[in-house]
């Protein structure tokens, strides 16, 4: 190879999604014209035996590069001819990978779409739509009255004076295609949003409390800030979300809303599209990666206006921001469980920050962390006191179990009460947060219980399909008809799952129609869809589930709500159990009396006096809510603490320990007094598909002295030889310890 002065060029810095805090050096293809590039395009590079896709993030002189220049390959090509991300799009990835300490080739590869992450072309197929021709608005229908198709389709062109896309009048494919050949319609791009016609006529006036949270949203509207709303379900939250929206459209400025479920989106949809007349789309999971692509694409280059989406929706890059909306921004869902562990209400209002617009968080049992924001003044409280249009909030009833006779967890009272609801022609839900027949199989004879072997976890009995199944590690096997160990006691049911109280209910309410709604009756596709359906026609008498339940549905013409079991969720060793449970309570009773009835809640309980319970019913959420924020404050928790959760396996079971010790060691080596290192402890579940698992928790009360120390520390944990024997994981913020 000939050697030339190479001090004198550019290199570029590539950002490249493996687990390695760092960019990677590159020289720039050959005959590459030099002022092309541009951060946030991307490139495939030769790394290793293979090629990947990266992102440039940086071009720099190859004098300041810190590798051997002798040594650096040449980039192989360049994918786009302008940048995907924007230098704000960059800054919040590079926040984000250093707030998270997380790889940020890794993070920035979460900013794409699937087909963006292969290297896919980032070409927007832009969809067509089809309008009337000259001659198309001057001929009679009734000419074609030969052919009655074309004829009405001719008639709805031109009587709403409006163009469609094909979406719209794709069952008229054929009357279409001959209306195009007659050159009555015409193909043309699809129309850029027309100021004059954002809205559909609506009907509905705000209340004044609605007319408070919208101005004080819109009169922030080219600022940051941070508004909470809280509202219990049918306060007309998503009213005011729109009302918002609409404001924001009138600048011509996107909105990005966020849901924490994909069940949750076909709703919102509609009611967005009956509203809006602007381009929308949709970006979640069960979209294909083309239809991701197209979506994510549209906001990108500004041809949407709103984007609906789950957390991975987050840092969709947007031409014209204008606002995020979290909605039910409680939901743990926000938080990704693995990889990059982020919290998209946590990013979404860091990401609002840098781009200078505002937040709306919504939700009727907002986050102990957001009311605390408000406390200290940096949220903005909306509330919504009461239910709009008609409907009146639920009555609660604590129901003392104790001493109570139970039938499979149905108490007397209850039965009774479902009776007497089912009488009267209205739905009972019911709600039990434990799937399966019941949580563990017991021998009468000896004592043996279906352990999982591979975790420390009982297999759950599936009656159905006669299978004990472990919920952690997937393993399974057939019920056994004998006692594995002693061969001769009576096998028996231990506890109680929805299959086994469905099982119950058949028996106590024949005739009545029931549906369980649980991850194991909604796993084919369509199902929990067509169960919603069925529910809100009317064909259910009694809906029994886990917490899908608890998930924004709306069950109008649910009176009676009741859960089965509070007590398990009273008794936990995270300290978050508290906030879910309630959380939970007040969703669950958010399904009922959403139409004209009344609704009741009744809570089965052997805590009647429980301060939670108590606290929740007799003075609402927000008495709860000061209350736990109170208890934290007192055991310096968070949010009056910040947390790190180190996190390790291995099938090995010494080595996670070894490494967290070692890393202990590297703790008390930089020693930092304003920081708790707690641990190691085994995990709550100690072992899990065979894995042994620790975990060694840091808390500061401080944010910057947890983070100043995790900077110091990460890169030598890194090379610790105990570190090559396990897996670990940093959590920041963890929300499930
Ligand atoms: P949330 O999002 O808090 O559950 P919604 O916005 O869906 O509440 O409102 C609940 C119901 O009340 C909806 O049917 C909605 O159309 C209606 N609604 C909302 N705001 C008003 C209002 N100002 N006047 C009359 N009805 C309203
Ligand atoms: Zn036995
Ligand atoms: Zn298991």
């Known amino acids: 190879m000939a050697k030339c002065d190479t001090s004198a060029k550019l290199i570029w810095q590539i950002a490249i999604p493996v687990p390695l805090e760092r960019l990677f050096d590159y020289w720039p293809p050959e005959h590459y014209p030099l002022n092309s590039i541009q951060p946030g395009m991307r490139v495939t590079v030769p790394f290793g035996k293979s090629h990947k896709v990266g992102v440039v993030m940086r071009v720099m002189k190859a004098s300041d590069s810190s590798v051997d220049l002798n040594r650096l390959k040449h980039v192989a090509q360049v994918l786009d001819t302008e940048p995907l991300l924007s230098t704000k799009d960059l800054q919040l990835l590079h926040w984000a990978s250093r707030y998270y300490h997380h790889a940020i080739g890794e993070v920035i590869a979460t900013a794409f779409p699937v087909a963006l992450r292969q290297g896919k072309p980032a070409v927007l197929q832009r969809e067509n739509c089809y309008g009337l021709t000259k001659l198309g608005r001057n001929t009679e229908p009734a000419q074609l009255k030969r ?148 979506a994510w694409l549209s906001l990108q280059q500004g041809s949407a206006s709103i984007m609906l989406g789950t957390r991975s929706a987050l840092f969709t890059p947007m031409q014209r921001p204008g606002l995020i909306i979290l909605d039910e921004e409680h939901d743990s869902s926000f ?39 408000v406390t200290r003044q940096r949220y903005q409280l909306l509330e919504l006191s009461s239910r709009a249009g008609n409907a009146i909030e639920p009555v609660f009833q604590i129901l003392d179990i104790r001493n ?100 119950t209910l058949t028996v106590l309410f024949p005739g009545k129609n029931l549906i369980r709604l649980d991850r194991d009756t909604t796993q084919r596709k369509g199902a929990l869809e067509a169960y919603l359906e069925q529910i809100n026609s009317g064909h259910a008498d009694i809906i029994l589930g886990t917490q899908m339940l608890a998930k924004g549905h709306h069950f109008p013409d649910v009176t009676l709500v009741a859960i089965l079991d509070v007590d398990s969720g009273l008794f936990s060793v995270d300290f978050h159990a508290g906030e879910k449970l309630a959380q939970m309570i007040v969703q669950v009773a958010g399904r009922a009396g959403r139409a004209n009835n009344r609704g009741r809640v009744v809570l089965q309980t052997r805590q009647p006096q429980h301060p939670l319970l108590t606290t929740l019913i007799d003075k609402g959420y927000r008495a709860f809510a000061e209350s736990a924020l109170q208890e934290r404050k007192l055991a310096g928790l968070p949010p009056y603490s910040h947390q790190a959760l180190l996190r390790t396996h291995a099938s090995d079971a010494q080595a996670p320990q070894a490494f967290l010790q070692a890393v202990c060691q590297l703790l008390q080596q930089n020693k930092n007094d304003k920081t708790l290192v707690l641990g190691p402890v085994s995990a709550p579940m100690a072992r899990r598909a065979g894995q042994f698992r620790f975990q060694l928790l840091l808390q500061s009360a401080h944010r910057k002295d ?3 120390l995790l900077d110091l520390v990460l890169p030598q944990v890194v090379k610790l030889k105990e570190a090559k024997k396990v897996r670990w994981s940093l959590d920041i913020d963890p929300v499930d310890l």
Request: charged share 20%; hydrophobic share 40%.
């Open 147 to 294: 052919a009655p198709k074309q004829q009405a389709l001719l008639a709805v062109f031109q009587n709403s004076q409006q163009t469609f896309e094909l979406a719209d009048i794709a069952e008229h494919k054929a009357a279409l295609k001959s209306l195009l050949e007659k050159g009555l319609l015409i193909e043309q791009p699809r129309q850029t949003v027309d100021t004059d016609r954002l809205e559909k006529p609506v009907g509905l006036v705000a209340n004044p409390e609605q007319l408070h949270a919208i101005d004080s949203v819109i009169s922030s509207l080219h600022r940051f800030s941070v508004s909470l709303l809280q509202g219990v379900t049918g306060s007309g939250k998503t009213e005011v979300y729109m009302q918002v929206i609409s404001e924001a459209l009138q600048y011509n400025l996107q909105v990005l809303v966020l849901l924490p479920e994909i069940t949750l989106t076909p709703q919102l949809e509609q009611r967005f599209r009956q509203r809006f007349n602007v381009p929308m789309v949709c970006f979640h999971s069960k979209f294909n990666d083309s239809q991701r692509l197209h």
């Open 404 to 503: 109570k006779p139970l039938q499979d967890g149905l108490s007397e009272p209850l039965i009774t009460e479902i009776q007497t609801t089912l009488a009267r022609g209205q739905q009972a839900l019911l709600f039990l947060n434990r799937r399966g027949y019941a949580p563990v199989q017991i021998c009468h004879g000896c004592g043996w219980v279906s352990r999982c072997g591979r975790c420390d976890a009982n297999m759950v009995i599936h009656a159905s399909e006669r299978r004990l199944r472990c919920h952690h590690c997937g393993a399974e096997q057939s019920l056994p008809k004998q006692c594995p160990a002693c061969k001769t006691g009576e096998l028996q049911p231990l506890g109680l799952g929805t299959e086994r109280i469905e099982q």
């Open 335 to 373: 938080k990704q469980q693995e990889g990059f562990r982020f919290s998209a209400r946590d990013v979404a209002i860091a990401r609002a920050k840098m781009l200078n617009i505002p937040v709306l968080l919504g939700s009727a049992t907002p986050s102990l962390e957001s009311l605390f924001n």
């Open 706 to 708: 947890l983070h100043h």
